[in-house]
């Protein structure tokens, strides 16, 4: 973070803006997002070619509820770094405005340019809710649904579940939007949304043995 700083921070404002940024990580870390907001604000003014401010103030934003606010920051920290990992939050953001066309034009941009399994997994979760919102169940099912289910699943893997298990249901089928809920309750019976999740299962009727 400092090494960036002073690589692409004029002399006289480095201090400033790493006292701003410092202060922002703090903020943001104890879940005080529009404290994080203000002060990144200022950082930004005096560096604006700081791809770490530009991130932090994105996800800040975010957190904030200003959808646009955060797609430009979050963007122009694509555009600074080549990273792809936060275009699942640019996808969350568009679906939020109701930019329907954008959030495919995202997700198959995504595609071409890929990432790690973590941001891939969060980009198919994002993708497919917005499909399922969209009342395409089928195709939400085709991005999210799993090959496999293992008892080792990363946190990642089982928020695909999640939203492959509520596709499932949408189209009527009961067994593996169960098995997918019985996986995901083994594994992470805290996970949010998993109690309306076996509900739902549970008031679709038995699933077949």
């Given at each position: 973070m400092?090494?960036?700083?002073?690589r692409v921070t004029r002399k006289e404002r480095r201090d400033a803006a790493l006292l701003l940024l410092s202060g922002a990580v703090d903020s943001y870390g104890n879940d005080a997002f529009p404290a994080a907001r203000r002060k990144l604000l200022e950082a930004k003014q005096l560096s604006p070619r700081s791809s770490t401010i530009r991130e932090l103030l994105g996800l800040s934003c975010y957190r904030c509820r200003n959808?646009?606010?955060?797609?430009?920051?979050?963007?122009?920290?694509?555009?600074?770094?080549?990273?792809?990992?936060?275009?699942p939050v640019e996808m969350d953001?568009?679906?939020?405005?109701?930019?329907?066309?954008?959030?495919?034009?995202?997700?198959?941009?995504?595609?071409?340019?890929?990432?790690?399994?973590?941001?891939?997994a969060e980009a198919r979760v994002v993708y497919a809710s917005y499909l399922l919102d969209r009342g395409r169940a089928a195709e939400a099912w085709e991005v999210a649904g799993p090959d496999r289910l293992h008892a080792d699943a990363q946190p990642y893997e089982r928020r695909c579940w999640f939203v492959a298990a509520r596709a499932a249901l949408a189209l009527g089928e009961v067994d593996p939007a169960a098995q997918l809920a019985e996986a995901i309750r083994r594994a992470d019976p805290?996970?949010?949304?998993?109690?309306?999740?076996?509900?739902?299962?549970e008031e679709a009727g038995p699933a077949r043995s």
């Open positions: 400092r090494d960036e700083i002073h959808w646009d606010e955060a797609l430009a920051e979050l963007r122009a920290y694509r555009r600074l770094t080549g990273d792809t990992v936060h275009m953001s568009l679906r939020a405005l109701e930019r329907d066309r954008d959030v495919e034009v995202t997700w198959g941009r995504f595609l071409e340019l890929g990432g790690d399994r973590p941001t891939e805290d996970m949010p949304g998993l109690e309306d999740l076996l509900r739902q299962v």
